[in-house]
């Protein structure tokens, strides 16, 4: 979620110091340099800072200030409680620097004027402040065009600003309604549970094909086929004077005929198959993991509580 309209510092508000700690050290590792990085929270133990006149705490007080780094501030500022000349506050980096220019070392009163010095509206950088009066921690990067980068990891280690907290107010108020706490008799407390609803869709799970191929094989007929045959007889003649003359070269002609096979082929339908599809019913078990509400209730002294069940619960 990008809530900073690609500004060139990006702010994150942290309600615990350690996350913002690390949100820091995720900084470092994704190549963000200590001078693009500032931090400003509220020093709880004034008492045990170095007095302002002692030459060791200015000095470390100066160095803070000045931006000697992030980690001087979480080992110097909070372990040892040294304390930078700009009052009960814990700063480095850019932020520092802008507050000592915006409030001459004024606490608080300059951190708007920091913000503002920034490039932030002065409405959330009010808004940044109040934040800070009540305890949070707040984190600025000079994003040098890397804005989506650095509040994706301020995010993710538990920060927000003002465009969320305005996004959640509007959007939500019967939200932050329903939260509040109910001290009058006679109010409803609706108890929610999830339920599963399943849903069918057609998907493409395989795919037939039917096709022919053409296959040879040598086949054989038995086909009867007629000849004829020359039959020569040869019997003795009663030896009768004959009226004809011997004719030399006579001869004669007895055409002799067969049967000769001719095959061809034609193609004939031996089978017909029919393709289409049909519809199967069958079971399949789903499953879920949801979630329901239980109601819970708490007594404090002498209350008498009596339970009892109404009506029929409506199906879903």
């Given amino acids: 979620m990008q809530t900073t309209h690609q500004r060139s510092t990006v702010v994150g508000v942290f309600n615990d110091r350690a996350r913002a700690q690390e949100a820091v050290r995720a900084l470092k590792q994704a190549g963000f ?51 930078p000349v700009i009052g009960p506050i814990l700063a480095a980096g850019p932020i520092a620097a802008a507050l000592l220019s915006a409030a001459g070392g004024a606490a608080a009163g300059g951190l708007v004027g920091a913000l503002i010095g920034l490039g932030i509206p002065e409405d ?117 004077a004959s009226t004809s003359d011997i004719r030399p070269g006579e001869e004669v002609r007895i055409p002799v005929k067969e049967e000769k096979v001719h095959v061809e082929k034609e193609a004939v339908v031996k089978e017909e198959v029919s393709v289409g599809k049909r519809k199967v019913t069958e079971n399949e078990k789903v499953s879920g993991t949801v979630r329901k509400e239980e109601v819970k209730v708490e007594r404090e002294g002498e209350v008498e509580v009596h339970s009892r069940t109404t009506g029929t619960p409506k199906k879903p």
């Avoid at 001078?35 to 002692?54: C, D, F, K, L, W």
């Avoid at 969320?164 to 107010?169: G, I, K, P």
């Fill in 33 to 83: 340099r200590e001078e693009q990085i500032g931090v400003v929270a509220r020093h709880e133990e004034t008492e045990h800072a170095v007095a302002e006149g002692s030459k060791a705490g200015a000095g470390a007080a100066t160095g803070l200030a000045a931006g000697a780094g992030i980690a001087a501030l979480w080992s110097l500022g909070i372990s040892l409680g040294v304390l």
């Fill in 124 to 240: 959330e950088a009010k808004y940044y402040e109040s934040e800070f009066q009540s305890g949070r921690t707040i984190v600025t990067v000079h994003a040098e065009g890397r804005t989506e980068e650095a509040w994706t990891i301020l995010h993710r280690h538990g920060a927000y600003n003002r465009e969320m907290v305005a996004a959640a107010t509007t959007t939500a108020p019967a939200a932050h309604a329903a939260s509040a706490v109910r001290t009058h008799a006679g109010e409803t407390v609706k108890v929610h549970e999830e339920q599963l609803h399943a849903t069918k869709r057609p998907v493409e799970t395989g795919e037939v094909r039917v096709r022919k191929e053409v296959h040879t094989e040598q086949q054989t007929l038995n086909v009867p086929v007629t000849r004829e045959e020359v039959v020569i007889e040869r019997r003795p003649a009663s030896g009768h």
